[in-house]
């Protein structure tokens, strides 16, 4: 089992930035992607950004984040983060962690663990 716990999240004006952190504990070992999913009212789950989680770092983003979005890892304190820059009212939503096996897939049926959830709300 991993477990993930969501920080972060928080509303803002548009242009402003957040920076999302993601702790991971448990059996992260089996770990091959950190995701950043996010999912607004009446829309299907959408993958941000991800990043692998072990050895050299490749990293994955969404057109509509390219450019303004930034996914790291800290493998040392098993945290993954997502800073949000130049934010938009179009990047409401509520933004999820979550941990693959699989190597950078884009599938939200490929995460097995994921963590809470935390609000992200842009105001224009």
């Known amino acids: 089992q991993v477990q993930l716990v969501e920080s972060g999240g928080g509303l803002v004006q548009a242009g402003a930035s957040l920076r999302l952190s993601c702790a991971a504990s448990g059996r992260t070992f089996s770990t091959a992607t950190m995701g950043w999913f996010r999912q607004a009212p009446g829309k299907e789950r959408e993958l941000v950004a991800a990043v692998t989680w072990s050895g050299g770092t490749t990293t994955y983003y969404a057109n509509s984040v390219k450019g303004r979005f930034t996914i790291s890892r800290d493998n040392a304190k098993n945290t993954v983060f997502l800073q949000m820059n130049s934010l938009k009212p179009e990047d409401t939503a509520v933004y999820y962690c979550?941990?693959?096996?699989?190597?950078?897939?884009?599938?939200?049926?490929?995460?097995?663990?994921w963590g809470q959830g935390t609000q992200v709300t842009v105001s224009s």
């Open positions: 979550a941990a693959s096996a699989a190597i950078l897939t884009a599938r939200p049926g490929e995460y097995e663990y």
